[in-house]
């Protein structure tokens, strides 16, 4: 019998629906090769919702997101909007708190076919194969906050089982990886950190298999640019892994190809999105990189579906479609989103 998932689309704005078209097609192809079905429900968010809704995300949107297997996602962001009282940005926030998403997975990997386009010395970033696991819901962000005129505050605060149920999400990617944890904190100033490092500490003694290092955060963000290859999976608080996570995004040499998935507690709904923006430059226009959309995918069946043979097709498609230069103008070719998502969809498909 064929499993079933509930999928549900929330396209966006710009040209999130042309690389959530092409993520669906190449997901497709994916469940049609494995056997599962994926029944899917589309709905607004973002400035869509807020012409046609009255607001960034809808409750009865936020109902079926809780009710579904998983939230496929696009992007969210208009110029119309900017500066303005209502922003899209709210509805995908809304978004994350409904679901509880408190741990975010961001992959880095090189692409051999682009390492022209690293700003990195040839060389340095060949190879690399991380994967950043952020806390989102905690810390400085959400703390006490104080603002006046001469004086400001933001508070950060961790608990035990904060810092416990996001390093157990990393520990467990760690083992599906080459089961290496490097857990990034100040413990040297911070006590949150020395909290983090102790916590960190006994969620390991659950995984003897998974080796765990300690790394200063200014000592991890040098080794990011000197020798990124030395990091499997990064751990580390919210501060910190915004920064992080920024500055492993730019060693492929494309934003178009990241992709990100942000989970919740074991059972309830993960987001899967591209990391980049609605880019209302380009949209309508047929040309925008799906293949971050398509990772997305191929993160959802993997962390959110617990299919992760279709996982692993859908991201051997998109790197023997690069490779074969099927490639849109941000990296500097000449297909378009169909094609390009045509091109893996195929390979997924026929791959033996
Ligand atoms: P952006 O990521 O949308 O675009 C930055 C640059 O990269 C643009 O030149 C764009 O054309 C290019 N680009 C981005 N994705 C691409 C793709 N898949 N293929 C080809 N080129 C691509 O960031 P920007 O311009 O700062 O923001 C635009 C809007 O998106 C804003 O409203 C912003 O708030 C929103 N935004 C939304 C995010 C989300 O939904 N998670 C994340 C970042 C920005
Ligand atoms: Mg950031």
Redesign the pocket.
């Known amino acids: 019998m064929s499993q079933r998932f509930r999928v549900l689309l929330l396209p966006?704005?710009?040209?999130?629906p042309e690389?959530v078209a092409a993520a669906r097609r190449v997901a497709d192809a994916a469940a049609a090769r494995f056997g599962l079905t994926l029944e899917y429900e589309e709905r607004r968010i973002?400035a869509a919702a807020i012409r046609e809704e009255g607001a960034p995300v809808s409750k009865e949107t936020l109902r079926r997101a809780g009710e579904a297997d998983a939230v496929l996602?696009?992007?969210?962001?208009?110029?119309e909007f900017?500066g303005g009282e209502v922003r899209?940005?709210a509805g995908?926030l809304a978004l994350r708190r409904e679901l509880g998403t408190f741990a975010n997975l961001r992959p880095v990997a090189a692409i051999p076919a682009l390492s022209g386009s690293s700003p990195l010395r040839p060389g340095v970033a060949e190879g690399v194969d991380l994967l950043i696991v952020r806390e989102l819901t905690g810390g400085a962000y959400f703390g006490e906050k104080e603002e006046g005129e001469e004086r400001a505050s933001d508070l950060s605060v961790y608990t035990r089982g904060e810092v416990e149920r996001v390093a157990r999400v990393a520990f467990e990617a760690a083992r599906g990886r080459r089961g290496r944890v490097a857990s990034v904190d100040k413990a040297n100033v911070l006590a949150t950190s020395r909290l983090w490092r102790r916590v960190v500490g006994e969620v390991a003694r659950d995984y003897p298999d998974v080796a765990l290092e300690h790394v200063l955060v200014d000592a991890a963000a040098m080794h990011l640019v000197t020798d990124p290859g030395r990091f499997d999976v990064i751990l580390t608080e919210n501060l910190f892994g915004d920064i992080l996570s920024d500055e492993a995004a730019v060693l492929p040499g494309s934003?178009?190809m990241l992709p990100s998935a942000s989970l919740g507690e074991p059972g309830s709904p993960g987001i899967f999105?591209?990391?980049?923006?609605?880019?209302?430059?380009?949209a309508g226009k047929g040309?925008?990189?799906?293949y971050?959309?398509i990772l997305s995918a191929a993160m959802m069946f993997r962390h959110g579906l617990g299919r992760p043979e279709a996982a692993e097709a859908i991201e051997r498609g998109v790197e023997a479609a690069v490779a074969a230069g099927c490639l849109?103008?941000?990296l500097g070719g000449s297909s378009g989103t169909e094609e390009a998502a045509e091109a893996v969809a195929r390979r997924v498909a026929a791959e033996e």
Do not use: R, W, Y
Request: hydrophobic fraction near 35%.
């Open positions: 966006g704005d710009g040209i999130g690389v973002g996602l696009g992007a969210v962001g208009d110029p900017d899209p940005e995908l934003m178009g999105e591209p990391v980049h923006g609605s880019a209302p430059d380009i040309v925008a990189n799906p971050a959309a849109t103008p941000d």
